[in-house]
């Protein structure tokens, strides 16, 4: 088995960066658009600190996945696709990969201009500030970090749309080569 990916499939580094990033989306877009809601004391700043904290790990995994796909390249489209299809799904990936790193800049970015107590990742490790506290540059990274987010939720939407389409009216290999394969399926190995 390669570790990197096939002319076929999304080998495993892939996939699990993926999906992990997923996940983490997944969560930090509950927490982050919850933690409003919480009385301003200090013993739900931790809810911050945690929300920020995940959002550095998307950002260091994004460049891991970044770097990873320059090294291990990607499949071509699957057969029969549609030279336009694999264009706009190409400008879709770009976008994405994009606001991956957009969103976590722009929320740090917030944080340090808002000149907000220091920023301990995970409660360890003082991350730097990126700027000088700056009142106009506090409250446009703050807009920027609110509207990118749903502009990620409408792409997603139509990404994750576009997968479920091709798998249950193509029937064909677009969303199961970034699943792992399933052990004795054909192909398996
Ligand atoms: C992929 C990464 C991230 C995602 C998807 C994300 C998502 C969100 C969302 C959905 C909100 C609520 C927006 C609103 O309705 O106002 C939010 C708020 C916030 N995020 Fe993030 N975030 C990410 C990374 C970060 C990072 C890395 C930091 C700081 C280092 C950060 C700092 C904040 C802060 C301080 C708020 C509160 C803003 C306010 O009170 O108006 N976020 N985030
Ligand atoms: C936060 C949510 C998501 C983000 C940010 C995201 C991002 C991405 C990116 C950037 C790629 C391109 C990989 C590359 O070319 O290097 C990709 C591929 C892919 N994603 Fe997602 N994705 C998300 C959610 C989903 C969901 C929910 C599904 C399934 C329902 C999905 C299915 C796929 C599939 C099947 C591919 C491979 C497409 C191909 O081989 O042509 N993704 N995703």
Redesign the pocket.
Known sequence: MSWKNSAER?GPVSQLL?WL??LL?LVLAIVGLTMGELPKTPKYFWVYTLHKSVGIIVLALVLVRIGW?LHAG??R?VAGTPAWQARM?SLT?AL??AL?LAMPLSGWLYDSASGLRPFRWFGLVEMPKLSAPNESLSALSNDAHELLFWVLVAL?AL??AA??YHHLFQHDA??T??LPRRRGGPGAG
């Open positions: 999304w993926h990033i997923v989306v796909r990607a499949p489209p799904a990936h994405l990969y991956l997603v990404h994750a997968a479920l677009t969303l080569r970034m």
